[in-house]
Structure formats: structure tokens, C-alpha cells
């Protein structure tokens, strides 16, 4: 079965029709052409639509890209998890939605990468991976009863520089999958983890701008009145709690301190060995 054009012309005698010509033609090609070019569009369509999601939560984005690979690629289901390439890690992170109406095997969240079985390639290889025959194949580690039952699968890293920070794969779909679909799903990924990385240096940059204005904040309180015991000299801090002098200092500035003891309190606390040194000194 493909797809034809075909068109009819009448042959006409004596005005009436005694035949027609049929002519077919294979638009086989053109209409592979024509589902490229949409194709194209809806990715590009993607992409635009996921740089217009920095507002939006971690968890949206990521769920959204994974959606979106899944049916860019006419595939049944996928994942995306994460990767500590210094300590050989898989952080479990996500599954699109079909396959959490499948799958009942118990989720795990944290495993080393030698655990990991087939899908996980991409990571060991450090580039894309396709199994079209999965099934087949004899030195799979196999899954748990009742996960996702793989057909066809696609995986493939996610970079940061040099470093893989991430994988993510589909699976089972219709036809064997290509370089073109991992090439269109390592596109979609890198724009994710961009758009991820930013929030976070964002986020992380927040974070230190709180900080610094709460330690301005502590400095300005240091500069001010501050509350003090006429007798121990202690200080009470914002809390009502009473702390020695030098542990507020140091903790609401910089400053350090070494210990000693002032002429006037050693005379006191300590009559005879001060007078002792103070004589030792004046010979």
C-alpha cells in the first residue's frame, strides 16, 4: 500500500463517453516530504514554546520536554533522569504520562550506573543509542515485573560542556527509529537543560542575594545600639538570648579574637603572680 494521485479523462465519440484514461502516479515521496516539513514545524513550535518557560517550575519544564519527545517521535512512552557523573549515578527522575498508566513496578529513585540495564547505554557510550529489536537482544539485564514493556528504544545523553548531567529515551514506536529522530531529540534536550542550568544560576543567585542582605542586615544591627549586661558585659542578641561579646562579634562580622587578660583584672584576679611579673619587668 502507498500513496497515489490519480487522474480520470474522459474519451468522448460522437458526444458521448465510451472511456477514460486513468493515469497514477506514486506521491509516495512527496508525501514523505510534506510530513518532514510538518514535522519540522511542530518542532520548532516546541522549541519556541519551551524558551517561553523560565517562569515556569522545574518540574513543568522538564515534564513538558519529555511530552513532547514522546510525540515528536511517535513513540508509546519515555523517561528523563539525571546523571552524577562523579559519583556514578542515576537520580530516577521522570516518566511520561502513558507510561505511568502501564507501569506497576515499584519505582526506585537513586542507583549506580552498573545497575543499570540497556537503556542506560547512552551514558556508558556517551552517545545516542537505538535498539530497534530490544527483545532480542541477549545481553540485556532485562526489568522488574510490571514496567513498561519495550519494543523499540531511543537514548541519549545530555551534556553540560563535557560532563553528562542527564539521559532521556523513548520507546516503542512504529517504525525503527534513526539518526533523525535522535539527532531532533538531542535538539530538544540540550534546549531544556539550557533553559534548567539558567533557572538554577538564577535561583542560586536569589539565594546569595538573600544572604548577603542578611548578613548586611546583622552588620547594621552590629552598628547600632546594642544591649549589654552592665556586670558580665554579655550581649542579648534578637532573640532575647544572651551571648558573650566576642561570640556575637564573630558571629555578625568578621572579626576574630585571641584571648588575654587586661594589667587592671590580672591586679585583681591575680594579685601575687601579677606583681611578681611586674617586678620581673622593672629589673
Not at 99 to 114: E, M
Not at 132 to 149: A, I, M
Not at 225 to 234: D, E, G, Q, V
Amino acid at each position: 500500500m502507498f500513496p497515489v494521485q490519480y487522474t480520470s479523462t474522459p474519451i468522448i465519440e460522437d458526444g458521448e463517453i465510451v472511456g477514460a484514461v486513468v493515469t497514477f502516479i506514486d506521491i509516495t515521496e512527496r508525501k514523505r516530504i510534506e510530513e518532514s516539513l510538518k514535522l519540522d514545524e511542530e518542532r520548532l513550535e516546541t522549541l519556541l514554546n519551551l524558551t517561553q518557560m523560565e517562569i515556569k517550575s522545574e518540574k513543568d519544564i522538564t515534564d513538558f520536554a519529555l511530552e513532547e519527545a514522546v510525540r515528536l517521535t511517535k513513540s508509546k512512552g519515555g523517561y528523563l533522569h539525571f546523571f552524577n557523573e562523579d559519583e556514578q549515578t542515576i537520580q530516577l527522575y521522570s516518566w511520561s504520562k502513558d507510561v505511568l498508566k502501564t507501569c506497576t513496578a515499584k519505582p526506585d529513585h537513586h542507583y549506580p550506573l552498573d545497575a543499570a540495564g540497556l537503556w542506560a547505554d547512552s551514558i556508558r557510550f556517551r552517545k545516542a543509542v537505538i535498539h530497534n529489536d530490544y527483545q532480542s537482544l541477549t545481553y540485556k539485564k532485562g526489568y522488574p515485573e510490571g514496567h513498561f514493556h519495550l519494543i523499540r528504544h531511543l537514548g541519549i545523553p545530555i551534556f553540560d560542556g563535557d560532563r553528562i548531567v542527564g539521559v532521556t529515551g523513548v520507546g516503542n514506536k512504529e517504525d525503527p527509529y534513526d539518526e533523525s529522530d535522535a539527532r531532533q531529540l538531542t535538539l530538544l534536550m540540550n534546549s531544556m537543560w539550557g533553559i534548567l542550568k539558567q533557572k538554577r544560576s538564577e535561583q542560586e543567585r536569589e539565594r546569595l542575594i538573600l544572604e548577603l542582605k542578611d548578613v548586611l542586615a546583622k552588620v547594621k544591627t552590629l552598628s547600632g545600639l546594642l544591649p549589654i549586661c552592665a556586670s558580665c558585659k554579655k550581649i542579648r542578641d534578637d532573640k532575647g538570648y544572651w551571648t558573650q561579646i566576642e561570640a556575637f562579634i564573630s558571629e555578625h562580622s568578621e572579626a576574630e579574637f585571641s584571648h588575654s587578660i587586661c594589667s587592671e583584672c590580672a591586679n585583681k584576679l591575680y594579685p601575687e603572680y601579677y606583681d611578681k611579673i611586674k617586678r620581673k619587668n622593672i629589673k
